[in-house]
């Protein structure tokens, strides 16, 4: 347990120090996010998800951008979980420098789950086709998401836990290196189907003409879907974007 402590603690050192580095937009923005999903169980290994997300350029106001989005799952094992996904995002005027217009997505994604006893790690590697106004791009993502529940071993019903993720984006153009995002919250799983999250979330941006970072209260409202007769599987509360 103790290396363990020590890795969550190193990760989250990793996402201040990573932070305090960059350029700092002066303003607080808003990250909102409502995610239904139905995971694979030991009755089908099929599943998918729902989510729409809006964000703003000042906490709780100025919202400039909103997508819709959603995926099918396959659970290869209980470790194991392939998905295919497809969104439309709309852009309005924003201060993080940010392409106005509209985007359509599709995406392909693996994710590596670890269940080490109190600490819960999710791997997510995922491959995106963009066309952004219409111009084609590619990107590649990768998350480390790291969940750590607080008055019970696992994240069951009434359990408090805290939520970390690292994650960086790269595209097959320059500049390479696009966006970096860091996330730390607190969250409460109330039942077997609803938690939420409240937390901090910090983006950073790059292209060939601006750089900079911003700060965002992030606000997270999930709904599991479980299947009538099915033995539940142990699941990490974590959004689709």
Known sequence: MKKYKVSVIGLV???????????QNNKTGTFGIATL??????????????????????????FFYYETKGGISYDITKDFVALIGTGRYSTGDNLEHLTKGTEFRL????????????????????????????????????????????????????????????EVFLNNATPNFERNRAYAALGYQFDKSINVQVGWL?????????????????????????RKNAVQREHMPSTGD
């Open 13 to 23: 050192a990793l996402l201040m120090l990573s932070t305090s580095l960059k350029a």
């Open 37 to 62: 999903v139905l995971p694979g169980d030991s009755l089908n290994r099929w599943g998918g998800y729902i989510e729409l997300q809006g964000r703003g350029d000042k906490v709780l106001n100025q």
């Open 107 to 166: 995406w392909e994604q693996m994710t590596v789950n670890q269940f080490l006893y109190r600490i819960k790690m999710e791997h997510r590697y995922r491959v995106e086709q963009r066309w952004v106004n219409g111009y084609y791009r590619n990107r590649f993502r990768y998350r480390l998401n790291v969940f750590v529940p607080l008055n019970h071993t696992k994240i069951d019903p009434n359990t408090w836990f805290v939520s970390v993720f690292e």
């Open 202 to 226: 910090n983006q950073y941006n790059y292209s060939a003409t601006y750089a900079a970072a911003k700060n965002n209260l992030a606000l997270t409202f999930m709904y599991r879907i479980n």
